[in-house]
């Protein structure tokens, strides 16, 4: 018994002794490492009441989300803090930052390591499974491969034509008498329809459901298609709520996502096995000469998984609908209460004679450009994102008393970068920031400081279609309308979901032109 003993102290010995000798050899090493890059220590770390799991820190995040005020939260702490500064979330190390050197760092010139925040991750999978937004390394590599060629220049070129039948549908949706107007839900409902024809060859019509006088059921619409779209809206907002409960969420089980999950993925198989039985049977010819383009099907031609072909789906539905709508709502948002810059994109677009827009055209609409950006600045779609650092490696500002010194990173910390509050940053854009005024961007020629559609590698590959979808119902709009007068005094109040729109809608009236 007593040799037993002894053995079991002495093993138990060795194992702390070889535990602390690595932990030393770790520290050694990595103290020798930051001295290499010329490293200091962060200029501000985050006082917390609890150093070990940060839970303050933590709630003041939730409380923010809770009252509608995330974004404008962790603006307010980098205010007080500065443009990095260090903090914690539970038991991870995190960095936050607003220096777009260090965003460049993180999403390019260090692009290999860093990786997706796992808790970011760990709420997606659950509905977009292994798709361009959930995997890095060999799996990302070949999600963007098959997807790349979906988006090419000539896609969006021969996109515009189906997108006017929409718009039609759009059109009979807007009252003509000036009443009010939620522009938002329509906007949602028109990427809804465009992105699922764009996607399956089929579009769920919740265009054709809506009408100038709501009632509590849709009158026409396909209950099938109903249920996907409120399946899938469900699904995001609980993604949304899982990612910022962070390692929390895996006390949480939420049964009606759960479900809501199911009926989304049985809707988007149904189409997946449509577009697998098309790829072996002899109706693929015919379907190759015909004029329209169905993006599942030339998916299919790339990979015959289904699982893939779904997650993929999801992925492309939330780059190219969630994007684009809140774009549009955050745009018209501003336009209603800026009716002086409405009256000048209509100047602008008055050159058309009234007429659809080709692609060419579209691009050459400078001040619409303008606009465009000063949304995406002032009102970023993805107004933040995280990555994890796969390796010990280092980001060139945020170190020493004045932050102007590279910083170590330890392997495991989450880099929490804020694309909404770098957008505010007056050194960049100028005085004002919380303003909406296109014509800064007269003047401005920026790089990493303006980031509405993330950069590196990871860029996204839905950009192009956003923006020229964005643009032509823009100006088929002001064509068709007037002027535009804001309904809602509320000012812009935060929705964020996977992306960021108006909580309380963008209500507006239009008038006929």
């Known amino acids: 018994m007593f040799i037993h003993l002894s053995t079991l102290v002495i093993v138990l010995g060795l194992v702390v002794a070889y535990t602390f000798f690595t932990r030393v050899q770790v520290y050694v090493s990595r103290r020798a490492f930051a001295r290499r890059n010329g490293c200091k220590e962060p200029r501000c770390r985050v ?9 303050d820190f933590v709630w003041k995040t939730l409380q923010n989300a809770k009252n509608d005020r995330y974004l404008e939260g962790t603006h307010e702490r980098f205010k007080l803090y500065g443009s990095t500064f260090a903090a914690k979330h539970l038991h991870y190390p995190t960095i936050h930052t607003t220096d777009p050197a260090n965003i460049k760092q993180i999403l390019a010139v ?40 979906s988006f090419a220049r000539h896609n969006m070129a021969s996109h515009l034509p189906f997108m006017e039948s929409h718009f039609e549908q759009l059109m009979k949706a807007i009252p003509k008498d000036g009443s009010t107007v939620d522009l938002q839900k329509l906007f949602f409902a028109f990427t ?6 764009f996607l399956f060859g089929h579009s769920v019509g919740t265009l054709k459901s809506m009408k100038l ?3 509590s059921k849709p009158a026409s619409a396909d209950a099938t298609d109903a249920e996907f779209v409120d399946s899938y809206t469900y699904s995001c907002l609980d993604i949304v709520h899982n990612i910022r409960l962070g390692a929390l969420s895996k006390l949480r089980y939420n049964a009606q996502a759960v479900q809501s999950q199911k009926r989304a993925f049985a809707y988007i198989d149904r189409f997946v096995d449509e577009a697998l039985a098309l790829r072996t049977s002899s109706k693929a010819s015919d379907a190759e000469e ?14 015959g998984d289904r699982q893939e072909l779904r997650d993929q789906i999801l992925n492309v539905l939330l780059a190219g609908r969630d994007t684009t709508a809140s774009l549009l709502s955050n745009m018209f948002f501003e336009l209603a209460r800026n009716p002086e810059i409405y009256a000048k994109l209509r100047e602008e677009v008055a050159g058309l004679g009234g007429r659809e827009p080709s692609y060419e055209e579209l691009k050459d609409l400078k001040y619409l450009k303008y606009c465009l950006n000063e949304s995406l600045r002032l009102r970023p779609v993805v107004p933040a994102n995280t990555r994890e650092a796969i390796s010990d490696t280092v980001l060139p ?23 909404y509050s770098m957008h505010r940053r007056e050194e960049f854009f100028g005085e004002k920031t919380e303003d909406y005024r296109p014509e800064r ?24 279609f956003a923006l020229t979808e964005a643009s032509y119902l823009t100006v088929r709009l002001l064509q068709k309308f007037v002027s535009i007068e804001a309904r809602d005094a509320k000012p812009w109040t935060e929705l964020y979901t996977l992306v960021a729109y108006s909580k309380y809608g963008t209500l507006v009236s239009l008038t006929p032109a």
């Open 110 to 149: 260090g692009f290999e390591d860093f990786k997706l925040s796992s808790f970011r991750v760990d709420a997606m999978v659950p509905l977009f499974g292994k798709g361009i937004f959930t995997t890095d390394g060999s799996l990302w590599s070949h999600s963007r491969a098959v997807l790349r060629p």
């Open 47 to 55: 006082p917390l009441r609890d150093p070990f799991l940060a839970f």
């Open 441 to 464: 961007w007269e003047e401005l020629k920026l790089g990493w400081e303006f980031l509405p559609f993330n950069g590196g590698p990871r860029i996204c590959l839905g950009q192009q």
């Open 397 to 419: 500002l945020g170190g020493g008393s004045d932050g102007q010194s590279p910083m170590f990173v330890k392997k495991g910390t989450h880099v929490y970068y804020s694309v």
């Open 192 to 197: 809804m329809d465009t992105a699922t024809e």
């Open 213 to 215: 006088v709501e009632t």
């Open 290 to 303: 015909s004029s329209q383009y169905i993006f599942l099907h030339e998916l299919a031609k790339e990979t």
